[in-house]
């Protein structure tokens, strides 16, 4: 199983602040197969990043992905009160599926 | 507009089994490949596995092996996750989410969640 490490587990961020938050995978991850959501609470997950750098629809220009290999990283590059919620990534190098433990962003 | 209508909130005895429904509309069912995903209060998001509703074929997560069955309804477009032998581990919100097709094994749609209580 490729374990993926995010970092860190929670961030705190005061508006207009650039964030980047990371993904460490054990193993190599194809960037095809490098995904990532958000989830706010209560509410269901929703893609937002795939193959590591494509914004899903909907999703704001300040945010942006890149990475390869074993380290992938989401920014902010201006951080905005909706953007709260937490970031998780996702990949695909064998069975099972994982997804990391999650990053909170928290708006100060 | 595509959706996934998950069915309501269920609340099991231990040793019991239940059945969770993902019910899909907007698209066309057998086109994209759907997957369960496990969600715990506090923690991460847990793959369980995949089934493709063209051919009834999965993959699971061998860690669900025993606990998750899944099946499909083409008919009436709808995936089942039967939970067998619940215990303390198993409460959680379970969602579908379907694969899209754009890339590979991301989940573009979710269904909005079961909830799943253990209680004797």
């Known amino acids: 199983e490729n374990v993926l490490t995010q970092s860190p587990a929670i961030m705190s961020a005061s508006p207009g602040e650039k964030v980047t938050m990371t993904c460490r995978a054990n193993s190599s991850v194809s960037s095809s197969y490098l995904h990532w959501y958000q989830q706010k609470s209560g509410a269901s997950p929703k893609l937002w990043i795939y193959s590591t750098s494509n914004l899903a629809s909907g999703v704001p220009a300040r945010f942006s992905g890149s990475g390869s290999g074993t380290s992938y990283s989401l920014t902010i590059s201006s951080v905005e009160a909706e953007d709260a919620a937490t970031y998780y990534c996702?990949?695909?190098?064998?069975?099972?599926?994982?997804f990391g433990a999650g990053t909170k962003l928290e708006l100060k | 507009q595509i959706q996934l209508q998950q069915s309501g909130a269920e609340l099991a005895s231990p040793g019991a089994s239940v059945t969770l429904s993902c019910k899909a509309s907007?698209?066309?069912?057998?086109?994209?490949?759907m997957n369960w995903v496990k969600k715990r209060p506090g923690q991460g998001l847990e793959w369980i596995g995949r089934i493709y509703p063209v051919s009834g074929e999965t993959n699971y997560n061998q860690k669900f092996m025993g606990k998750a069955t899944f099946s499909v309804d083409r008919s009436s477009s709808t995936v089942y996750m039967v939970l067998n032998s619940l215990t303390s581990e198993d409460p959680a919100v379970y969602y579908c989410?379907?694969?899209?097709?754009?890339?590979?094994?991301?989940?573009?749609?979710w269904g909005q969640g079961t909830s799943v209580t253990v209680s004797s």
């Open positions: 996702q990949q695909y190098s064998g069975y099972p599926l994982t």
């Open positions: 989410g379907r694969t899209t097709v754009v890339a590979p094994y991301a989940m573009d749609y």
């Open positions: 907007g698209y066309t069912f057998t086109d994209h490949i």
